[in-house]
């Protein structure tokens, strides 16, 4: 009975430490790191807000979990979507199911990564240390995308793989700031999206 009672206890007190890391992704994704103050994550995830400090030693603490959180969770959905691919995907397919896992992510299924992303620029360096380690594997698959893609002959040979990769990601995360669904829906997007890195990059002329 008694570890009966310490697994419910256990169970509940991950629920609400989740329900705290929803509410600062949603409040950081909206307000930025200067403007995310504990008592209104608090008030979102439906606790006192000393009771964060059980969870979490700070503020930073809180911030640093949420922007790791985004940054591994937008590269496990995209390579989850890729590995759901048919083996007779091409090399091109590959890298296009990306171009739409990660604006979907981002823009429709994700805080954490809205978060991640709108912030990577603005907290301090001491924060950006874990987050970092996981977007340098995501921009690594991406590089590998590229280069299978490059290999295949379905991307131009002369087209310098790294700085394609990091206009494009640039281009995919800065989504975040500008579109709204009530002027262009989500398919528009991710068609032109897709139709820039088919021209820009491809060998065909579609």
């Not at 206890?9 to 609400?16: D, I, L, P």
């Not at 949420?66 to 048919?86: F, L």
Request: proline content about 2%; aromatic content about 8%; glycine content about 4%.
């Amino acid at each position: 009975m008694a570890d009966e009672q310490s697994t419910i206890a256990t169970s509940k007190s991950a629920r609400t430490r989740e329900r705290i890391l929803d509410a600062a992704a949603a409040v950081l994704s909206r307000k930025g790191y200067a403007g995310t103050r504990l008592s209104e994550v608090a008030d979102a995830a439906g606790v006192q807000a000393p009771a964060i400090y059980y969870y979490f030693g700070s503020r930073d603490e809180l911030v640093e979990e949420v922007m790791w959180a985004g940054a591994n969770s937008v590269r496990t959905h995209v390579e989850s979507e890729i590995a759901a691919m048919p083996t007779t995907a091409t090399a091109m397919d590959r890298l296009l199911t990306a171009v739409e896992a990660h604006l979907r992510y981002e823009l429709e299924i994700s805080d954490y990564a809205t978060a991640s992303i709108r912030n990577a620029g603005h907290v301090p360096e001491h924060l950006r240390v874990r987050p970092a380690a996981e977007e340098a594997l995501y921009s690594r698959m991406w590089r590998d995308l590229l280069v299978e893609a490059q290999e295949s002959g379905e991307v131009r040979a002369d087209l310098d793989i790294n700085v394609f990769r990091l206009l494009l990601l640039g281009a995919l995360n800065w989504v975040v700031e500008w579109w709204n669904p009530r002027t262009r829906s989500f398919d528009d997007l991710v068609r032109t999206a897709c139709d820039m890195v088919r021209r820009t990059a491809g060998t065909g002329s579609d």
